[in-house]
């Protein structure tokens, strides 16, 4: 865009707003595999955008300062707090929230069933985040050792677990993943 059509282009949207109005952008994103198409105001974070306009309730908004890692989706395969990236910023990526996660017959897939057998969640507010963070570390290593899981989950914020059984539950994983790549 020429910074001719740059100029005009704020102006125009200036303009509306001095009219009461609101400019939109049409974005497109792949959400979980699906191509969506949505218009969204400039300002409009990714974590809104996902919980409003696509019904993907389960990336939570917590401080909304990208200090507690509940927000947590991967964007093109890496955690990215969804609550500090506007929405335009990330058209055409590839966005994955934890509803991605389950197994097509809905049932939990093995991470997220780990959590539940060693009672990684109790309140389930930051699960989500982590689940997201962990689920990118296991790709690029799939049997991570306790220092590298306690590395991974640090930026998130838990006030019920004390992360003993988070990180229990991320090493059964971790074991899990080691036997079946002997």
């Not at 049409?26 to 198409?37: A, F, I, Q, S, Y």
């Not at 908004?61 to 991967?74: D, K, S, Y």
């Not at 996660?101 to 507010?125: A, I, K, T």
């Amino acid at each position: 865009m020429s910074e001719l059509s740059i100029q005009h282009s704020t102006r125009n949207a200036a303009d509306e707003r001095q009219r009461g109005g609101s400019v939109t952008h049409t974005v497109k994103l792949t959400v979980n595999g699906v191509e969506r198409e949505v218009a969204v105001e400039p300002r409009m974070l990714l974590a809104d955008t996902l919980r409003q306009q696509c019904g993907l309730t389960g990336t939570h908004i917590g401080c909304e300062q990208g200090v507690c890692g509940a927000c947590t989706v991967l964007v093109d395969g890496l955690p990215a707090r969804s609550c500090l990236l506007f929405t335009v910023a990330v058209a055409g990526r590839e966005i994955e929230t934890v509803e991605s996660l389950e197994n097509p017959d809905g049932s939990l897939n093995s991470l997220q069933q780990s959590f539940q057998d060693h009672h990684g969640l109790q309140c389930g507010f930051c699960t989500a985040g982590i689940l997201m963070s962990l689920t990118a570390l296991f790709r690029e290593e799939p049997s991570p050792d306790e220092t590298t899981v306690r590395d991974q989950v640090q930026g998130h914020l838990c006030r019920c677990t004390g992360y003993q059984q988070l990180v229990e539950a991320a090493m059964a994983e971790s074991g899990r993943n080691a036997q079946v790549t002997r």
